[in-house]
């Protein structure tokens, strides 16, 4: 086990995913809960202690004890919470108390994800540069973040837009026992206002603390359910006619022949390489017999395609997407297109 005690706070309502699972059980387009994907910004997260800290009904009520144990195995820790608290820095110092943590720690939201180029163990603050994510949501509920030359925090601040920095979601302190002693001072200090994390952090800076800010990539934000659906649109799921779609179409009976050598629509190609750069999932289906799978593949291949399962020999007939829908996969969670045969357009659909 390394050194470092990973900390995710998820004992909130989940107040902007109404009708919803709590978020961070909602399931994402790769079979992950969006708490794993979250937990992916720490690339051997596994080797490290964790600690997670949700509410009694999310967890006995709908499923969220034993969903957190089969994704995460049963060493995973978890504290129970009766009723929100006054806001995540508290729900964070009652889990250090709690579960008795000592040493670094690195507190993890769970609706963002991102790759870190460094070890966050240590006073430090994710940020990444808003000129660089121009697609960022929600920007001015965003924690903003003042570095200076040397990428030093001088400032964070909740909701004012000062600096083109934005807080992720990762933060990182040197010692569990300095969190609670700026977190005290803080609640001794402040009002009843809702205490974030980046508060702890101010006072911490104020108290003579040196933070790092660390830029990182990748970055994916999911904080609304309107994000979160956006992200699951990115990464659907494409099943995909081949002949007449991505090759000109070709037949067993009459010229041009499966035999031939297949022309790609180049326009539609694009399209599907764009789609899969995305996070789309392509499963192709043909009426090509199943002894056509080798030249068709690397047909497909050579134009940059890749794909989650290819189909052979299916009916040449008409076909059917069934799928069911439910808030947490709306309406409609199923969509047809019929599109000319040879049209080089898939774009305007798709």
Same mark, same amino acid.
């Given at each position: 086990?390394?050194?470092?005690?990973?900390?995710?706070?998820?004992?909130?309502?989940?107040?902007?995913?109404?009708?919803?699972?709590?978020?961070?059980?909602?399931?994402?387009?790769?079979?992950?809960?969006?708490? $794993?994907?979250?937990?992916?910004?720490?690339?051997?997260?596994?080797?490290?202690?964790?600690?997670?800290?949700?509410?009694?009904?999310?967890?006995? $009520?709908?499923?969220?004890?034993?969903?957190?144990?089969?994704?995460?195995?049963?060493?995973?820790?978890?504290?129970?919470?009766?009723?929100?608290?006054?806001?995540?820095?508290?729900?964070?110092?009652?889990?250090?108390?709690?579960?008795?943590?000592?040493?670094?720690?690195?507190?993890?939201?769970?609706?963002?994800?991102?790759?870190?180029?460094?070890?966050?163990?240590?006073?430090? @603050?994710?940020?990444?540069?808003?000129?660089?994510?121009?697609?960022?949501?929600?920007?001015?509920?965003?924690?903003?973040? @003042?570095?200076?030359?040397?990428?030093?925090?001088?400032?964070?601040?909740?909701? /004012?837009?000062?600096?083109? +920095? @934005?807080?992720?979601?990762? /933060?990182? +302190?040197?010692?569990?026992?300095? /969190?609670?002693?700026? /977190?005290?001072?803080? $609640?001794?200090?402040?009002?009843?206002?809702?205490?974030?994390?980046?508060?702890?952090?101010?006072?911490?800076?104020?108290?003579?603390?040196?933070?790092?800010?660390?830029?990182?990539?990748?970055?994916?934000?999911?904080?609304?359910?309107?994000?979160?659906?956006?992200?699951?649109?990115?990464?659907?799921?494409?099943?995909?006619?081949?002949?007449?779609?991505?090759?000109?179409?070709?037949?067993?009976?009459?010229?041009?022949?499966?035999?031939?050598?297949?022309?790609?629509?180049?326009?539609?190609?694009?399209?599907?390489?764009?789609?899969?750069?995305?996070?789309?999932?392509?499963?192709?289906?043909?009426?090509?017999?199943?002894?056509?799978?080798?030249?068709?593949?690397?047909?497909?291949?050579?134009?940059?395609?890749?794909?989650?399962?290819? @189909?052979?020999?299916?009916?040449?007939?008409?076909?059917?997407?069934?799928?069911?829908?439910?808030?947490?996969?709306?309406?409609?969670?199923?969509?047809?297109?019929?599109?000319?045969?040879?049209?080089?357009?898939?774009?305007?659909?798709?």
């Amino acid at each position: 086990m390394k050194n470092g005690t990973i900390i995710l706070p998820v004992a909130g309502r989940s107040s902007r995913f109404p009708g919803t699972r709590p978020k961070w059980l909602l399931t994402a387009p790769s079979g992950e809960l969006m708490l $794993e994907k979250a937990l992916t910004s720490i690339g051997d997260y596994k080797e490290h202690r964790l600690v997670i800290g949700a509410l009694s009904a999310h967890l006995n $009520e709908m499923g969220g004890r034993g969903a957190i144990k089969r994704a995460l195995g049963k060493d995973v820790e978890i504290i129970e919470f009766e009723d929100t608290t006054k806001g995540p820095a508290m729900t964070v110092a009652e889990i250090v108390k709690r579960a008795s943590v000592t040493g670094s720690i690195f507190i993890k939201d769970c609706d963002s994800w991102f790759t870190t180029p460094v070890d966050p163990f240590e006073n430090s @603050i994710c940020v990444v540069d808003l000129r660089a994510a121009p697609d960022t949501r929600n920007i001015p509920g965003k924690s903003f973040v @003042i570095l200076n030359e040397n990428s030093i925090v001088e400032e964070i601040r909740e909701k /004012y837009i000062c600096s083109p +920095f @934005i807080s992720v979601g990762g /933060y990182g +302190f040197n010692e569990a026992a300095r /969190y609670l002693e700026l /977190y005290g001072a803080l $609640e001794r200090d402040s009002s009843d206002a809702e205490p974030f994390i980046s508060h702890v952090i101010l006072e911490g800076i104020r108290s003579g603390e040196v933070f790092k800010g660390i830029n990182v990539e990748d970055y994916h934000d999911v904080g609304t359910l309107e994000a979160w659906n956006e992200y699951r649109a990115s990464s659907s799921l494409y099943v995909m006619d081949i002949d007449g779609v991505v090759f000109r179409n070709a037949g067993q009976y009459t010229a041009p022949f499966w035999d031939d050598e297949d022309v790609p629509l180049t326009q539609n190609v694009e399209r599907l390489r764009q789609l899969l750069r995305n996070g789309a999932q392509i499963v192709f289906v043909t009426s090509r017999p199943e002894r056509y799978r080798a030249k068709t593949e690397a047909a497909l291949a050579a134009l940059g395609l890749s794909w989650h399962a290819a @189909i052979f020999g299916v009916t040449h007939s008409r076909r059917f997407l069934v799928n069911d829908f439910a808030p947490s996969n709306s309406y409609p969670s199923a969509v047809a297109i019929n599109v000319h045969r040879n049209g080089d357009d898939l774009a305007k659909y798709i």
